[in-house]
């Protein structure tokens, strides 16, 4: 079974615009940029075939759901599902975000710090567990719809609340982490699932906006803290021969070097401040060429964001290590953190040292007053440990995350380096010229 889904957060609604709560209120409706926005979305999912729309019953769901229909090459009908409703915010809906601060400020502290302890008194003596419940009616959603669409491609339209909490139980991430996900209006993610609910999911896109018009999402203004962008490096010969690579210091190829031009492009506006690299040659030439629009910019070469050592699977394709190996690198597909690599290493020991040198890089370069802004150029396996880390997954989950070659995944550390990391955008690969789908090389480490 596989399923691939897309996740749609409605656009921009007059609630959103006044800076207003809106949890299950239907008070709310569309200004004109989130019709607007509605349609670009449609006009990028328009030539993919999907089987299914889901949406929430609150207008302003529904609207961006058929605006979105009216768009598609070959529109299916909306369902409405009641499981697709916005967060229950009951005592707080209609209020001004100021004005909860005023009059529910321990509640809203605890809301934004622990969400999933946070909790509503109603009618005087009922405890309501918002994010709980919240989370629990996303996994009844995947529990209901999942077994439904074997091998197809569902849309499903909904809110921030509810849309960051599917994502966790998709993944299997705690509660805790739900202000760890960003949502934007309009914007675009996918998930492909092996199986139903509890079964492997990856995560191949967060948060794509580049069809608003907005190449990386925005984050509020802060006066210090850091921005990460971590990049894979463009695509080399033994990536499209899906030869393993591991320490093997091959280069880009002319597709990857063409890859990496087109991050350059993607990223040319951005007033970067750092770039730190891998010392293989791949992403060295990959972070080069990006920089060429920031020459004064000078690389900084982490050798801990070298990628993972394969041993003796090195240079060789996948028929050959089962030839070799029999049984170990299925072993690797379903089990990833079991597996020794013959005289090469093991995901937990890659995990420590890349984890160790991106608290290192955060450390070094967050440590300031000034907001900065760098690149981390690195490879699949070193990109993936990172994020399953930001995500509060484990090496096990090494799988749920996709990195394309030339991909970029967009992090913030809003308020300093000591506060938690908020996942941006995973996997953007729009400017590779895919679309909303990663169409990158298979190949593989």
Known sequence: ?????????????????????????????????????????GKALKDINIDAIYCSPLQRAKTTAQIIQSCLVNPTEINVNNQLIEVDLPLWENL????????????YRCWHKTPQEFKMILD???????????????????????????????LIVGHNGINRCLILTALGMHPAKYHALHQSNCCINVLNFVGGLGDTVQIESLNQTAHLGVSLPSSRPSQKGIRLLLVRHGETQWNREGRFQGIR??????????QAQKAADFLKDVNLNFAVSSPLARPKETAEIILQYHPEISLDFQPDLTEICHGLWEGKLETEIEAGFPGLLQQWKTQPETVQMPEGENLQQVWDRAIACWNNIVKIYGDSEQHKVGIV??????????????????????????????????????DGIDSQPLIQAVNLTSHLGGGVLDKTAAGAL
Not at 15 to 41: H, P, Y
Not at 96 to 107: M, N
Request: proline share 3%; glycine share 6%.
């Open 1 to 41: 079974m596989t399923t691939r889904v897309i996740i749609v957060r409605h656009g921009q609604s007059n609630f959103n615009a006044l800076q207003k709560i809106q949890g299950r209120s239907d008070l709310s409706v569309l200004t004109e940029t989130g019709q607007n926005d509605a349609e670009k979305v």
């Open 96 to 107: 001004s975000k100021d004005e909860v601060k005023e009059k529910f400020p321990d509640d």
């Open 124 to 154: 005087g003596e009922k405890e309501h567990y918002p994010l709980l419940s919240l989370y629990q009616q996303a996994k009844n959603f995947w529990s209901d719809i999942l077994a439904k669409h074997d091998n197809q491609t569902i």
């Open 249 to 258: 210091d091959i280069p880009l190829n002319e597709n990857g070097k063409n």
């Open 377 to 414: 150029v690195a490879h699949d396996a070193i990109n993936k440990v990172i994020l399953c880390y930001l995500l509060g997954l484990k090496p096990d989950n090494f799988w749920n995350v996709k990195q394309g070659n030339g991909a970029v995944s967009v992090i913030d550390y809003l």
